[in-house]
């Protein structure tokens, strides 16, 4: 076991470039790979090594955390052309921290079994600001040997750590559950903030006072200061909050759980997409949400 | 002007008893009126004096806060047999505090107006332990003159004061806006909690999971411990937040706005009423999400 492992990190976007910026911070041996070199430039500045493909990454790295978009691309990086898996390093571990279905991470951790690698189950949450402070919350679940050979990287990226579990899949369960509230938290405060509209109240004014109130939500509280700016770069793009509210209604569909706020939830993101906003800041559904008022 | 008007409150529950708590610890004279004679006695442990009728009561406050829990009651203690506005001082200021329909509060303000009293629209947020420390959050719609008025009261009530306009029904709106989230965010919550159930994840461990993640809400953290610790007595009744989410509905319908997460909602809570659970603690709503489950 290695106090100080050497840690590639695939995908540097919002949420991986925070996690980078942690590990060089905390004097970690850090890799990286994006397949926007633009990105990777930014972990080059931190001190970071760049690698034009997975493999090339995976040979350099103790532990890959895996922070892509979704499952085909974690699929990609890992299985396909100049994947990791191709390039592995004995006894390395694989963290999957993109939210991904449960069942999905259980096959990839076979898979990954498959290859020689150990897979830790390990999705966040907490956004890009913590991902930078090293303060993410995380849900973990993994064989306990792994998880004690990534805690010196857990220290480093994460203020607070949930172990649920030894079984991969078992921590996206975790995540997919909060983040059917986190879509719904957003998705029905645009829908008030509409209605708020719509009854010509001042919204910057309702916005305070749902943040000092009953009605407050962690998303509420931090998207609605975006939308109010009228600022749509995208922090987190609404494509990523549709996908993951789209695994919570399969999630509970498979079972057989009837979950309204789940579907109301993945009608407001996916109509986000649809109309061509799924580039942009999920906060754009309070713009979805307006443009759907009647004219006056 | 007054800078130490004597107060009446009428309605001493849980908000109204710490109103009146508060409002003795700041030295007012404090008079409580109540229909349950046990809810005014802890009144009376403060200080306060109780009247036999909201008329008794009205006879010797320049100030008085409804606080009761919806519209027929407000209709009831103002302008019933032994109603306030039979004994109302020249000039006296009612405080509507209760959550109503912006629209009764617009009537009610018109027909106060003709019983010669100042009606000020002042919707409270916060819970019972907030109103007891006199730091609610609240909404004022009012004459200037009579907010003005009301100013000595406000500051030993409330910790956060939005003043959003001079015409009564306008703070209405911004409390059913602000309890549509309340009201989902819960639900949403017992609907996450009920799936999570189904999954065979630990449910005390999901909450600390939701309460440290972007799924996190203050009526989820603030409920589900109540629901894990499986204690219903009513701090707020499941009645009450089934009349405001339904306020919150036929709200949205004058307004013609869509509102799924509101409609969601609204069946969530009429469930609950209609399942016998009313008089519970809304926190119940997490027993009847898990009593949807199948059986497995």
Redesign the interface.
């Known amino acids: 076991m290695n106090a100080h492992p050497s840690v590639g990190v695939i995908g540097v976007g919002a949420m991986g470039g925070g996690v980078a910026a942690s590990l060089r911070r905390n004097g970690f041996d850090t890799h990286v790979r994006d397949i926007r070199p633009e990105a990777m430039q930014e972990g080059v500045a931190l001190g970071a090594h760049a690698h034009p493909t997975p493999a090339a990454l995976a040979a350099q790295s103790d532990i890959l955390i895996v922070l892509v978009v979704d499952v085909g691309q974690v699929e990609t990086v890992l299985f396909g052309a100049q994947g990791a898996v191709a390039a592995l390093r004995p006894e390395a571990i694989v963290m999957l921290a993109s939210t991904l279905d449960?069942d999905d991470v259980a096959t990839l951790a076979t898979k990954l079994a498959a290859a020689g690698a150990v897979c830790v189950d390990a999705p966040v949450?907490?956004?890009p600001k913590r991902a930078t402070e090293g303060t993410m919350?995380m849900?973990i679940a993994g064989p306990a040997d792994a998880l004690a050979r990534c805690e010196p990287v857990l220290a480093a990226i994460a203020g607070?750590v949930?172990r649920?579990g030894t079984v991969p899949g078992?921590a996206a369960?975790?995540k997919i559950?909060?983040?059917?509230?986190?879509a719904?938290?957003l998705?029905?405060?645009a829908?008030?903030?509409?209605?708020?509209t719509?009854?010509g109240?001042?919204i910057p004014?309702?916005v305070?006072?749902?943040n000092?109130?009953?009605?407050?939500?962690?998303?509420?509280a931090?998207r609605m200061p975006r939308a109010l700016a009228d600022d749509y770069a995208p922090r987190a793009a609404a494509k990523i909050l549709a996908k993951d509210v789209g695994i919570?209604a399969t999630?509970?569909a498979r079972?057989?759980?009837?979950?309204?706020?789940?579907q109301?939830a993945r009608?407001a993101f996916d109509h986000a997409v649809a109309t061509g906003h799924g580039e942009e800041d999920d906060a754009i559904v309070y713009v979805c949400a307006r443009t759907?008022?009647?004219s006056r």
């Open positions: 449960p949450s907490g956004g919350t849900m607070k949930f649920v078992t369960k975790f559950v909060n983040n059917l509230l986190a719904v938290n998705a029905a405060g829908e008030a903030l509409a209605l708020a719509a009854a109240l001042d004014t309702v305070d006072v749902i000092a109130s009953s009605g407050a939500s962690w998303m509420f931090d919570a999630f509970a079972h057989r759980v009837g979950a309204p706020f789940a109301a009608a759907k008022l009647p």
